[in-house]
């Protein structure tokens, strides 16, 4: 049995991740959850149980087979290295090494013959991208893609715990009719929509979450040229990424049919009779590692498009459950397959 560790067990992600893995019964010869120093010596649950968190050293990779990584891309480009070398491959949620081209990206049920060229090192995709990309499989696979166009409503978890705890604060005061006060963006986001999600790399106009979308979609879905349009905002949500698509095939694929493609595909589930009140919603999506469609209709702007509405969770399916699934694929195909 492999034994696994946990860069960033006590965060948003590094929580869930907890859950995901006692819940799939994944056997583990040991699980090590490791965070900063400021976290050692707390507990964190595991299923009925508790574990305690150790500081991130070099030593706490000692014998670790997979090391799945929740604690930022800095803290993955000093860490992934040494777990590396230590022999643990590295399953890691940051954005830290996403696009090298050595690095496989991969969404389990999207890409999983990716992992197997992996050299102790696996990307798992930014949660936006994470959602979207088994739908544009689906539509790739029966009708080929030009171009996706996308705006992201995301929750504020995709910005970590710290975020969600200073939006219920923000939240709570506004109740109470203090004036607004920003405390987790720039601008307030309690009761509020921000034009903006992630921060502004280049003079391009663009975030890196948006950026992010592009390129990785790209890379997961092997189409170096597709064309993708994009816009990130921030919405006050605690879980739950929606995102509203349109896109144009190659061949012609009527909301009859992709609805019908869409329901055969595992991990994807159709909800899509409005005038039943039956569309994803970031509430019900959230803790669920399926990845919802509805809305599906003809997009009148373009011959051969196709609008829609996807909805996953950020921390289950856009992080937590995806990193797992590719510890699965590891067990599954021997951990140092091209080692
Ligand atoms: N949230 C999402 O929806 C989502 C989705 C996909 C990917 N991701 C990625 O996953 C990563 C974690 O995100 P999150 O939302 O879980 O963040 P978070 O809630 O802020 O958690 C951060 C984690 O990193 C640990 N950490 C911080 N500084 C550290 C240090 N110097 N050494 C060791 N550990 C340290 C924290 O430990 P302490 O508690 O000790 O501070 C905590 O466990 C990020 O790279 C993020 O981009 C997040």
């Not at 400021?38 to 500081?55: C, F, K, L, N």
């Not at 307030?188 to 391009?204: E, H, T």
């Not at 373009?302 to 995806?322: I, M, P, Q």
Request: proline share 6%; charged share 25%; hydrophobic share 45%.
């Amino acid at each position: 049995m492999p034994r696994i560790a946990i860069l960033g067990a006590t965060g948003a992600v590094g929580s869930v991740l907890r859950e995901v893995l006692a819940e799939r019964g994944f056997e583990a010869a040991d699980l090590r959850c490791l965070a900063s120093p400021r976290s050692a010596g707390t507990r964190v649950a595991y299923g009925d149980d508790e574990i305690e968190v150790a500081a991130v050293s070099a030593d706490a990779f000692a014998g670790i087979d997979i090391a799945i990584f929740s604690a930022g891309a800095a803290r993955s480009r000093e860490w992934a290295p040494i777990a590396i070398e230590r022999g643990a491959v590295v399953v890691d949620n940051s954005s830290a090494f996403r696009m090298l081209p050595d690095v496989p990206l991969v969404v389990a049920d999207v890409n999983p013959h990716a992992v197997r060229t992996h050299r102790g090192l696996i990307a798992n995709p930014n949660c936006s991208t994470m959602g979207l990309a088994p739908v544009l499989k689906a539509v790739l696979d029966a009708a080929g893609l030009e171009r996706v166009t996308v705006a992201t409503y995301q929750a504020v978890s995709g910005t970590g715990q710290a975020a969600v705890d200073g939006l219920l604060r923000e939240t709570s005061r506004a109740l109470a009719g203090d004036p607004a006060r920003a405390e987790v963006y720039p601008q307030p986001i309690a009761f509020n929509v921000l034009p903006v999600a992630g921060s502004f790399s280049g003079d391009d106009g663009y975030t890196d979450e948006e950026l992010k979308l592009v390129h990785e979609s790209r890379k997961i879905l092997e189409l170096p040229d597709l064309r993708v349009s994009v816009a990130c905002v921030r919405v006050p949500v605690v879980t739950g990424h929606s995102e509203a698509v349109w896109v144009e095939t190659r061949d012609p694929l009527s909301p009859d049919d992709l609805r019908d493609l869409l329901l055969d595909r595992p991990g994807i589930i159709v909800l899509d009779d409005p005038a039943d009140y039956s569309y994803p919603t970031a509430l019900a999506a959230a803790g669920s590692d399926d990845v919802y469609v509805g809305r599906i209709r003809r997009d009148l702007g373009c011959e051969n498009g196709l609008a829609f509405w996807v909805v996953s969770d950020n921390l289950r399916k856009g992080a937590a459950t995806n990193a797992v699934q590719i510890a699965e694929l590891l067990v599954r195909d021997g951990l140092r397959a091209t080692r």
